[in-house]
């Protein structure tokens, strides 16, 4: 998404792919930075909760461990390629330094 400034029509991209959804209503005010009791939208922050709340439903997956994410979204999930990369670099370093 390219966002342009109003008033010295500057423009940078943001990358929003992964968190802002078709069909969303979405305000995001200009230095929107603010405690969850001072955010002037408070319905949204309240929605934007609920669904991280049923993606990343906790499940205490070692008995007397903190509760972790039952199941990962698939898009926050190592490939396995990446995982072989990962391996490989580390494998690569030892031996280079």
Known sequence: MVVEHRTSQSKSVFPVIRWIHAND?????????SLPADDKNQEQRKDELEKKRKLYRLAELVEGAPKQAAV???DERFSNEYKVMLEIDQY?????F
């Open 25 to 33: 209503k979405l305000v995001i005010s200009e230095f929107d930075c």
């Open 72 to 74: 990962l979204p698939d």
């Open 92 to 96: 690569i370093g030892l031996f280079l």
